[in-house]
């Protein structure tokens, strides 16, 4: 039996024929006609080569083959039904549910310390399954494997949808008592030796073997303008290392202003903050998703939940 040839209308009709067992209450129950409900019965006996329903004095009966298959109907019209219907509510507090959230370290402490803590003190039934840039290829974002990506994105498919979740100034990181403190100028910045963290993209990060400044971010990319270079004597991977990094030596690290507030507010050693002393444009931080998980309720409450954070 080819199915495209095949009106699946017929089996509805089929359902509702059996259950009033008569062609002018069918016709009724489905706002037709009884000479369409005439015609898609003969349609019905054509397909199943079976009469199907048969009169008997003033009423009518369903053949054996009629009764044979109206369970078979009454499962696929729950399929049917379980397919089509909207979904149109998410209730986070009932639901068990757990979205996959890719985001840098160095965004995760800032940004997603204070979302984890309300979610699963409000949220129990919710997940959160954080993912490294380094582990997520953008072919799984893009077929929704990953919920969303928060990073500082350039270049990503015009078919992602995107937010920005908020703007961010850089400033510098130092001991309590460091020289930049009381003399801010790019002499004394330069003069000192830096700690370069990383912002990794996705898929695996690879080694990196010409260090040139050009490649390393934008920080070194703001000094390339302005002639300078930098040197670096740390290279970072994990922004936990950088407080305790800085307390102990005059390295100084230059990192987007929330992260280094966070840095500060959450170790014991005694850091202090200070302005760039040369212009850098602002880092802007947003979320991505695929187009297929859009209209997903539950994706839109993510959403909504992590806008709350700005």
């Not at 009169?55 to 009454?74: D, F, H, I, N, V």
């Not at 998410?90 to 979610?119: C, G, K, W, Y």
């Not at 290392?241 to 500060?264: F, K, N, Q, S, Y």
């Not at 539950?298 to 954070?309: E, G, I, T």
Request: proline share 6%.
């Amino acid at each position: 039996m080819n199915l495209r040839q095949i009106d699946l209308n017929l089996l509805v009709y089929l359902h509702v024929l059996i259950e009033e067992r008569s062609v002018s209450q069918a016709a009724n129950r489905l706002a037709l006609t009884q000479s369409a409900m005439s015609n898609a019965l003969k349609r019905l006996r054509d397909l199943f080569c079976d009469p199907l329903l048969v009169r008997s004095g003033s009423t009518m009966m369903c053949t054996e083959k009629a009764l044979a298959l109206k369970p078979q109907l009454e499962h696929f019209l729950s399929v049917v039904q379980a397919i089509t219907i909207q979904e149109n509510s998410f209730d986070p507090r009932s639901t068990q549910h757990t979205f996959r959230i890719m985001a840098n370290e160095f965004l995760v402490a800032p940004l997603l310390v204070a979302f984890l803590r309300d979610i699963a003190s409000q949220f129990p039934g919710i997940k959160i399954d954080l993912i490294h840039p380094s582990d997520v290829t953008l072919s799984e974002l893009e077929q929704g494997q990953v919920d969303i990506a928060i990073d500082r994105f350039t270049r990503m498919p015009s078919s992602f949808h995107q937010s920005t979740l908020w703007r961010d100034n850089y400033c510098c990181l130092a001991r309590a008592g460091h020289p930049i403190h009381t003399h801010l100028d790019i002499e004394t910045y330069l003069a000192h030796s830096h700690i370069w963290l990383n912002r990794s993209g996705f898929g695996p990060e690879p080694v990196i073997k010409n260090r040139e400044p050009q490649k390393l971010g934008w920080v070194d990319q703001a000094l390339i303008q302005l002639g300078h270079k930098r040197n670096i004597a740390v290279y970072a991977r994990h922004h936990s290392l950088i407080a305790d990094l800085c307390a102990g030596t005059d390295l100084l690290a230059t990192l987007p202003r929330r992260l280094a507030e966070h840095l500060v507010a959450n170790t014991r050693v005694e850091l202090a903050l200070c302005p760039v002393p040369f212009p850098i444009v602002p880092i802007g931080v947003s979320m991505l998703w695929s187009p297929l998980v859009h209209h997903s309720p539950a994706h839109v409450w993510l959403r909504q939940q992590l806008q709350q954070y700005k």
